[in-house]
């Protein structure tokens, strides 16, 4: 019996795409790609390369609802073409959950937006409820059934978004960004949903995410794309042989592969790259002088502190609940000092949105003190403390509401009674930093989730307020420009900011941030420097957290201390190779 001839639910023919009808620069070029059933295919690539153009080309998006010039074909199903067919039609064959779930969901609650869609297509009543029970179940959304979903925190929407979309088990399946908004633990477990679904049913995947240390077991191939065409494709090993260049063009390389390649490129007779802590163990262990490497000490602290006595944030028996009754805050007690550098860490639904909105007035305490230098936060108004608290929003669409970019970063400054001049002047300045002076007279509703972030982080920064606090400011980045805001924050908190970073991701978090405040059901879970925090693995499971790849392996081979870094565990590491002449 031969071989089955294989299907391409979704190919891309020489596809090329310029948005704007007279529009030179292509956003992706000549691209030639089939993706066949039941496999995982991640594309990866810096803010820009054209990941998105490719997301919207799959379901019709492009050109029917997205003009601009188009070249190529994009065919559904092995017959129906994006340019013949509206978005209405493909979207019984292509599922696809955008990097902003927000624009999916419109329905009162989780249960109705998951049975929407089959319900649509006239399903039996039993089929749809199972559906709907063994996704609740899978996206850990079922004690919040009956929630409003845009009550939720923004990694619940995510995959309540998700959760819809499976249900009516679409033939291939979109996902821009899926994880980039969910804590470890729920990153995981959408991967491992999506590439179980992907296999058993046969559906054809396209994944596009940055968080490839998470993504790259869970995948068939992987392919790289820069300046809107295709570098490198092939299985994940093959190209991760790369990561060096993966790593410079922005990219979050998983921390153990980049740390082998650096060893390698040192001298160090690495043959294999490993994907996690446990395979760089069986990698590297057999390499390095253990004995040696026990007998270092701890590394000293990370950053300079410039913490001052003066309380800033002062958070006494705070308690927040919603009107639907839930309670989201529990008897919070918290200060924070100026000069500060702090993470809040946590998983979906711990809190840490709820408190930051406590720090600018967006929200008032059911109980207890918020105090910001001395205001009360339940008298002052919104207006009064945005000259002191900065607030970087999730989801930047949230705080985007001009038609220009140049009149968003100016939007505030005007408000504040900032002279015309001077307006002119900072704009330009926090541009050039951002790197977005090409995109001053561009609408902001119409580029990538990640250009818009840095709209929106570049709007706040323009302010120069005393405190800024970045609720998840690296949504849709690749690494680079993640680095680069953090960067940004690092450079204010020289100069005497304050800075809160409410994140998920570990790795910027070690690297940053001197101190670490974790949130679990609405208490403060844990409180302590950065080092310890991520030595502190009780607390870190309770809140679905986990320490970046090189502090387990650290630990795991028995280094006394702790490495926040890759640069921190290579630097250790030089001089430690056993004999030089092994190799594994």
């Not at 054809?204 to 494709?233: C, F, N, P, S, W």
Request: glycine share 8%; hydrophobic share 40%.
């Amino acid at each position: 019996m031969g071989e089955e001839t294989p299907t391409y639910p979704l190919q891309y023919e020489r596809f090329s795409f310029a948005y704007g009808q007279d529009a030179q620069t292509k956003a992706v070029e000549n691209i030639d790609l089939k993706l066949p059933a039941g496999r995982v295919v991640l594309i990866t690539g810096p803010s820009g390369a054209g990941k998105t153009t490719l997301c919207r080309a799959g379901n019709g998006l492009i050109p029917q609802e997205f003009k601009g010039k188009m070249q190529g074909r994009v065919i559904i199903s092995e017959k129906y073409t994006a340019r013949k067919y509206g978005v209405s039609a493909l979207s019984k064959l292509v599922g696809v959950l955008q990097q902003d779930p927000d624009t999916q969901l419109f329905l009162p609650t989780i249960e109705d937006e998951i049975v929407f869609g089959p319900c649509n297509y006239g399903l039996p009543a039993e089929e749809i409820r199972q559906r709907s029970e063994y996704l609740l179940q899978l996206t850990r959304l079922t004690p919040h059934r009956k929630k409003n979903p845009h009550n939720l925190s923004g990694g619940q929407k995510q995959v309540c978004a998700l959760a819809a979309i499976l249900a009516f088990q679409p033939e291939t399946l979109i996902l821009d960004e899926p994880t980039s908004n969910i804590d470890p633990q729920g990153s995981e477990i959408v991967l491992e949903l999506i590439a179980k679904q992907a296999r058993e049913e046969g559906r054809t995947t396209l994944l596009i995410e940055h968080k490839l240390e998470e993504a790259v077991h869970m995948v068939d191939e992987m392919i790289l794309l820069d300046q809107g065409k295709i570098l490198y494709r092939g299985p994940v090993r093959e190209v991760l042989e790369h990561v060096e260049y993966i790593d410079s063009v922005g990219l979050n390389a998983p921390q153990v592969t980049l740390l082998a390649a650096r060893l390698r490129s040192a001298g160090w007779q690495v043959k294999r790259l490993p994907l996690d802590s446990e395979e760089a163990v069986e990698v590297l262990g057999p390499l390095i002088d253990r004995e040696k490497l026990q007998q270092q000490s701890e590394l000293p602290p990370r950053h300079k502190s410039r913490k001052t006595e003066e309380v800033v944030i002062d958070i006494r028996g705070l308690k927040h609940t919603y009107k639907d009754g839930t309670i989201a805050l529990h008897n919070i007690d918290l200060r924070i000092q100026r000069g500060e550098f702090v993470a809040i860490l946590g998983q979906n639904g711990s809190g840490k949105t709820t408190l930051v909105k406590h720090l600018n007035g967006l929200l008032k305490p059911t109980e207890g003190l918020v105090t910001i230098v001395g205001q009360d936060t339940r008298k002052a108004s919104v207006n009064t403390l945005a000259r002191t608290v900065g607030l970087i929003f999730q989801n930047p669409d949230n705080q985007i509401c001009k038609m220009k970019v140049y009149d968003e970063i100016a939007f505030g400054l005007k408000n504040i009674g900032v002279p015309k001049e001077q307006i002119s002047e900072r704009v330009r300045q926090v541009a050039e930093e951002l790197e977005i002076v090409h995109l001053l007279d561009k609408n902001p509703f119409t580029l990538s989730m990640g250009e818009k972030q840095r709209i929106a982080v570049a709007a706040v920064l323009a302010m120069q307020p005393d405190i800024l606090i970045l609720d998840e400011p690296t949504t849709g980045q690749d690494f680079k420009r993640a680095k680069e805001i953090m960067d940004m924050a690092v450079r204010l908190h020289e100069a005497g900011k304050t800075i809160l970073v409410i994140t998920h991701d570990m790795n910027l978090a070690a690297e940053y941030c001197e101190r670490v405040v974790v949130l679990a059901g609405g208490k403060v879970l844990l409180d302590s420097p950065t080092r310890e925090a991520f030595q502190n693995d009780a607390a870190l499971r309770e809140s679905s957290l986990r320490p970046p790849q090189v502090t387990l392996l650290g630990r795991a081979l028995g280094y006394p201390g702790t490495w926040l870094t890759v640069n921190e565990a290579f630097t250790t590491l030089q001089g430690m190779q056993r004999g030089g002449e092994q190799s594994a």
